[in-house]
C-alpha cells in the first residue's frame, strides 16, 4: 500500500477524526489537520494525497456566524479539481455536494442514534466493496442534500434519502458516522445533548451511548471503505 499524506478538516473540538486516526496510523500514512475553530491554516494542496472532511453543528450556510467555510469550500472544491480522493462525513458531506452545486437544506426531521442505511438502488461502487446492502451506522444530523450532477447514489436510510453517494470515483460523501469511538460518541452526547428531544428518528442518551457491537463494526466497515480507496 502506498503511503499517503492524509490531511482533515476539524470544524469543532469534539468532533475528532476518531477512527480515521487510528487507520491512518495504523498503516504508515501521514495525518495532519487544520483545526477552523482554532487558529489555523490551510496546506499545500500539492502537498496532500487524500482530504478528509470531518462533521460539525453548523450548516454549509452558516457563512456569517463561520466565515472560514468560504476558504473552506474552495479548498474542498480544489482539492476535487486536483483529482485527490476527498471523503465527507455528515457536515463534510454536505460541503462536497454544496461545492458541486447540489442544494443543501433542512431535512424533514433530524436523524440521531443507531438507525440502518441501505442500498435499495443496487449501485455497486469499488468504494463499498465488501460491505453489506444494509448495516448499521450512528447519525446526527438535521441537514440533507440533493445529488450532485455526475454522482452516483449509494446509500439511503428511511429518513434521509442521500446518506452516500460517490462523484469521479475518488471522492466519497458519507452523512453518517462510522468513525465513532466510545471516546468521540461520549464528547458528541456531551456537547449536543440538547438536541436530544422527543423524534421519531432521534434516540435518547441511554441507546446512544449503548451500541453494543455496532462500534466495532462501525469501525470494521470504515476500514474496508478505507482500504478500497487506497487500494
Request: hydrophobic content about 35%.
Amino acid at each position: 500500500m502506498k503511503k499517503l499524506s492524509i490531511h482533515y478538516f476539524q470544524h469543532v473540538p469534539f468532533e475528532e477524526p476518531g477512527y480515521l486516526e487510528n487507520w491512518a496510523l495504523s498503516n504508515g500514512h501521514s495525518l495532519s489537520s487544520t483545526k477552523f475553530h482554532e487558529k489555523h491554516e490551510l496546506p499545500d494542496p500539492d502537498k496532500i494525497d487524500w482530504l478528509i472532511v470531518m462533521g460539525g453543528p453548523m450548516g454549509v450556510y452558516d457563512e456569517e456566524e463561520y466565515p472560514w467555510l468560504k476558504e473552506e469550500k474552495k479548498f474542498i472544491k480544489l482539492a476535487i479539481e486536483n483529482d485527490k480522493t476527498v471523503i465527507g462525513i455528515c457536515l463534510g458531506a454536505q460541503l462536497i455536494a454544496d461545492v458541486l452545486g447540489a442544494r443543501v437544506y433542512p431535512n424533514t426531521q433530524k436523524e440521531i442514534g443507531w438507525f440502518s442505511v441501505f442500498n435499495s438502488s443496487r449501485q455497486d461502487h469499488r468504494a463499498l466493496s465488501g460491505l453489506p446492502d444494509s448495516f448499521t451506522a450512528f447519525h446526527w444530523h438535521g441537514d440533507t442534500f440533493d445529488l450532485p450532477d455526475g454522482a452516483t447514489h449509494l446509500l439511503e436510510s428511511d429518513v434521509c434519502y442521500n446518506q452516500a453517494f460517490i462523484y469521479n470515483d475518488k471522492v466519497l460523501a458519507l452523512q453518517f458516522h462510522l468513525e465513532v469511538t466510545n471516546k468521540t460518541l461520549g464528547k458528541l452526547v456531551d456537547n449536543c445533548r440538547h438536541e436530544l428531544v422527543a423524534g421519531d428518528f432521534i434516540q435518547q442518551e441511554d441507546k446512544i451511548l449503548e451500541p453494543g457491537s455496532f462500534i466495532n463494526q462501525s469501525n470494521l466497515y470504515l476500514k474496508q471503505i478505507l482500504d478500497n480507496l487506497s487500494a
